[in-house]
Every structure is written in structure tokens, then in C-alpha cells.
């Protein structure tokens, strides 16, 4: 089977940098995707890593080390409307294979 | 169309009826996904089609449920004799050149009473 563990909750300071981690134990890997979903709202799409190293999009950035299975999505001066559920995939092999999700992370940020 | 487009938005049902739920993804993506996302939960695949292959079924969780893709465009998801446990947002995605990055559209809610 396929095991993504991630945090269920993290509460952090508006302002403030927060890293969710993301574990996985899968059958094959090709990369670890991100997404955001704000409550009734649709996953939106983050970042992808599929190289070792840290990629950066603004005030997201997400890290990848492939030998120890596991990566981050680091955040960066919180804002309010940061709040929200965050997700990682992983992506099995190279075709247009289902991506596989954990259950996410639910980030409050508060004043 | 502009972002995937699901119908309807919500929808109610009685247990033991059969539902369709609509899904038109970005146009000229060749890849289209339904998952499934019960309250509070990840998301669980259930079928995926790519371009004019046989679609791949294994998450579906029984065989009330199927879906096709008509014309390589707009999908539905029909499940059939509904139960209190299908009730949960089905969402639907689609891609082009995937690197991990689905467009998926706003789902739709399915309640079970």
C-alpha cells in the first residue's frame, strides 16, 4: 500500500514561518507535489519537487530529500488567509499516474 | 473552458437511488481524475482517464460505481443504489503535461440521506 504521513494540525503566529512535513512510504516515486485547500474550496496546486533540494515560489518554499522520503512545504510571513489545509501527493512514476495525497495538514494561523 | 467545471454543486439524494455527477475539464487536457474527499479526509482516487486509453478503475471502491469520458472531454460519474457512505465530495481533476500539478474543480457534494 501507499503511506503519506503528515502532521494533522499546526497553529502558528501571523508572521511568523511554519514547515510542514510530509513522509512517505510508497510503491514507486517520481516526485511530491502541494496543494492548498481553503475550506469548501478546491485543492489548488502549490509546488512540485522532483529533484533533491528546496524549490522557491515567493513566500512557499518546498523541499524534497528522496533518500530519506520525506519533504517539507515552508511558509513564510504568515498571513491570515494562509489558513487553510495543506496536502502532499506523491507522484508514482513518469506517466499521468494518479497522484497519491496524505491526509493534510490543517494550518491555523492566528494574530 | 477557463477552470474545470463540476455539476451540480450539491447534491441530495435518497439511499437506493442512482446520481450522475458532471465533470468538463480544461480543454485539450488529456488526463481527467476523480477523487474523493469524505469531511475532514484526504483525497481518494477513484478513476483516471488518459486520452483514449482504457480508463484505470482500481480505486473504485465498488462496482455501483463507473464513469466515462465521452469524446476525450466531459466526463460522469455515476453511482448506483447510493449508500449513506457514498456521501462525501467528489472531485474531479485534469492535466496536461502533469509534473504533479492537477486543476481540479470545485466538487461536488454529495449527501446520502
Known amino acids: 500500500g501507499q503511506s503519506l504521513e503528515q502532521p494533522s494540525e499546526v497553529t502558528a503566529v501571523e508572521g511568523a514561518i511554519v514547515q510542514i512535513n510530509c513522509t512517505y512510504q510508497?510503491?514507486?516515486?517520481?516526485?511530491l507535489s502541494w496543494y492548498q485547500q481553503h475550506d469548501g474550496g478546491a485543492p489548488t496546486f502549490l509546488s512540485y519537487n522532483a529533484l533533491d533540494g528546496l524549490e522557491e515560489t515567493g513566500r512557499f518554499s518546498s523541499f524534497l530529500s528522496r533518500s530519506d522520503s520525506y519533504g517539507y512545504l515552508l511558509l513564510q510571513e504568515l498571513q491570515m488567509k494562509d489558513s487553510a489545509s495543506y496536502f502532499c501527493?506523491?507522484?508514482?512514476?513518469?506517466?499521468?499516474?494518479?497522484?497519491?495525497f496524505g491526509k493534510g495538514t490543517r494550518l491555523s494561523v492566528i494574530a | 473552458g477557463a477552470g474545470v467545471s463540476q455539476s451540480p454543486s450539491n447534491k441530495v439524494t435518497e439511499k437506493g437511488k442512482d446520481v450522475e455527477l458532471r465533470c468538463d475539464p480544461i480543454?485539450?487536457?488529456?488526463?481527467l481524475y476523480w477523487y474523493r474527499q469524505s469531511l475532514g479526509q484526504g483525497l481518494e482516487f477513484l478513476i483516471y482517464f488518459q486520452g483514449n486509453s482504457a480508463p484505470d478503475k482500481s480505486g473504485l471502491p465498488s462496482d455501483r460505481f463507473s464513469a466515462e469520458r465521452t469524446g476525450g472531454s466531459v466526463s460522469t460519474l455515476t453511482i448506483q443504489r447510493t449508500q449513506q457512505e457514498d456521501s462525501a465530495v467528489y472531485l474531479c481533476a485534469s492535466s496536461l503535461a502533469t509534473r504533479g500539478g492537477y486543476t481540479f474543480g470545485s466538487g461536488t457534494r454529495l449527501t446520502v440521506v
Open positions: 510508497t510503491s514507486g516515486f517520481y516526485g
Open positions: 480543454s485539450g487536457h488529456t488526463a
Open positions: 501527493a506523491v507522484l508514482l512514476d513518469s506517466g499521468n499516474t494518479p497522484l497519491v
